[in-house]
């Protein structure tokens, strides 16, 4: 079984469209929890962290149950821009980020 | 947020021959830098943990002697592909934690292109 998987899509959205990804991760010891975002040939970057309560950042919310090992992000409200690979990244510590394929995302008009 | 800078960001060079990548903490201090790869369509994948002044740590199939990593300071890690190879070929990238955030965020480096003709 992999360390974190994900549905690789493409999810192809129009403007406005809510979208979820879900994540499932193997290590029941990790203990941080990240949603990055990667565009096409560049670098990924930090979306937001995941906690155990849930979080919120604008149009963004991801959630996290520890017990079935598995990770959300929804995305409400979809633009264009939003337009995107997202990469399900987990953390145990004293170990480097373990990343997941990703899910693509297109939003179209 | 901190700031990882990383060169070049694209080689093109002849099989046989020798890559060296650089990367940078711009405004922190980094005593573990991680390298990574990423090939088309697929996740990245860790290639080894930079030390500071001690030994890289190597993820289980990759070639220490073919990937030389040099931690020699705290703010610069470098990864040489040695001899490298048309299957070389890949998004390398780097990446660093600021410790003193302690966030646990990684912050990455723009990432470099090689071709391996």
């Known amino acids: 079984r992999k360390e974190v998987e994900q549905d690789p899509g493409p999810f192809n959205v129009p403007e406005g469209a809510t979208v979820a990804f879900n994540c499932t991760y193997s290590?029941?010891?990790?203990?941080?929890f990240f949603w990055y975002r990667q565009d096409c040939r560049k670098e990924p970057k930090l979306l937001m962290s995941v906690y155990s309560s849930g979080n919120e950042d604008g149009r963004f919310t991801a959630q996290l149950n520890r017990a079935s090992q598995y990770i959300s992000l929804l995305i409400r409200d979809s633009k264009l821009s939003d337009s995107a690979t997202y990469l399900c990244?987990?953390?145990?510590?004293?170990?480097?980020?373990?990343f997941g394929k990703g899910t693509t995302l297109s939003v179209s008009s | 947020g901190a700031v990882v800078s990383q060169h070049p960001s694209r080689v093109i060079c002849k099989s046989g021959t020798s890559v060296k990548i650089e990367c940078r903490s711009l405004?922190?201090?980094?005593?573990?830098m991680f390298w990574y790869r990423q090939f088309p369509k697929q996740s990245l994948m860790l290639m080894a943990t930079?030390?500071?002044?001690?030994?890289?740590?190597?993820e289980q199939g990759v070639e220490k002697d073919k990937f030389l990593i040099n931690h020699a300071s705290l703010t610069l890690s470098t990864l040489t592909v040695t001899s490298a190879h048309p299957e070389d070929s890949s998004f390398y990238i780097c990446s660093a934690r600021d410790l003193q955030t302690n966030t646990g965020e990684l912050f990455f480096g723009e990432g470099s292109r090689l071709t391996v003709l």
């Open positions: 990244v987990v953390n145990t510590a004293g170990t480097a980020l373990i």
């Open positions: 290590n029941s010891a990790s203990q941080s």
């Open positions: 405004d922190f201090q980094a005593t573990t």
């Open positions: 930079s030390n500071e002044g001690s030994k890289a740590t190597y």
